[in-house]
């Protein structure tokens, strides 16, 4: 069945460090691809999207491009903050339905 | 911008009772989604709603579980006989079309004693 996998966390970085968090999947068909931001306390909120191969979601600083032929949709990010610190999920979902099936979840702190 | 609404925040029950989970999607969506996260674990789907009717449900979803959008506005999942282990977030999304993401709600901390 499709999945989800992650790098294992947590990933402590400090500011202004570059990240990276990898994330690869596998599915039948062509999914669409997305990263969730979980802060402390709060929900799920996206954080980014891609749609189709060599789309590129963007929002605050963060990356992620849709590489079919290694299917990977790894976040990165240039410059991290204190305030990135939180758990970051990879997800896809598929036509059928449009479930969302999750990675794991990394775990980034920030350190100032 | 609108939101997805969850409530309660936090639920505590004796195992055994019955408990509901109540979500206001975001008003114009179709689709409907429940999940759950045991703490420390993956985010799980449970169920999603279109039309009016269940259109999947996981492995997880048993009798035990049931959801309903009684007046077009709320929807909700209900546990019919808690156990210990369904003691999780539950989390609340809806969607306006394939073309959209998933919104979510805060999440229901549902404890299970």
């Known amino acids: 069945g499709d999945s989800v996998t992650q790098m294992e966390g947590p990933v402590t970085l400090s500011e202004e460090a570059f990240l990276t968090i990898n994330c690869t999947y596998t599915a039948t068909g062509y999914p669409s691809l997305f990263w969730y931001v979980q802060y402390p306390g709060e929900g799920l909120q996206l954080l980014l999207k891609a749609t189709k191969a060599d789309d590129k979601g963007s929002n605050k600083g963060f990356e992620a491009t849709y590489r079919k032929e290694t299917t990977s949709f790894h976040l990165e990010k240039g410059s991290v903050q204190v305030s990135d610190s939180a758990v970051y999920f990879c997800a896809l979902s598929t036509d059928s339905n449009y479930q969302l099936i999750w990675g794991a979840g990394t775990k980034l702190i920030i350190k100032p | 911008e609108p939101e997805v609404t969850q409530t309660p925040s936090h639920q505590v029950t004796q195992m055994g009772q019955e408990v509901i989970l109540r979500c206001v999607p975001i008003?114009?969506?179709?689709?409907f989604y429940w999940y759950r996260q045991i703490l420390g674990q993956k985010v799980e789907f449970l169920v999603s709603?279109?039309?009016?009717?269940?259109?999947?449900k996981s492995e997880i979803f048993d009798d035990q579980f049931s959801v309903e959008r009684p007046d077009g506005s709320n929807f909700t999942l209900k546990i019919r006989s808690t156990k210990l282990e369904d003691s999780a977030m539950y989390f609340c999304?809806?969607?306006?079309?394939?073309?959209?993401?998933?919104?979510f709600g805060d999440g229901t901390r549902l404890s299970i004693l």
């Open positions: 008003s114009n969506h179709l689709y």
């Open positions: 999304a809806s969607m306006g079309d394939g073309y959209q993401p998933q919104h």
């Open positions: 709603f279109y039309n009016n009717e269940i259109s999947e």
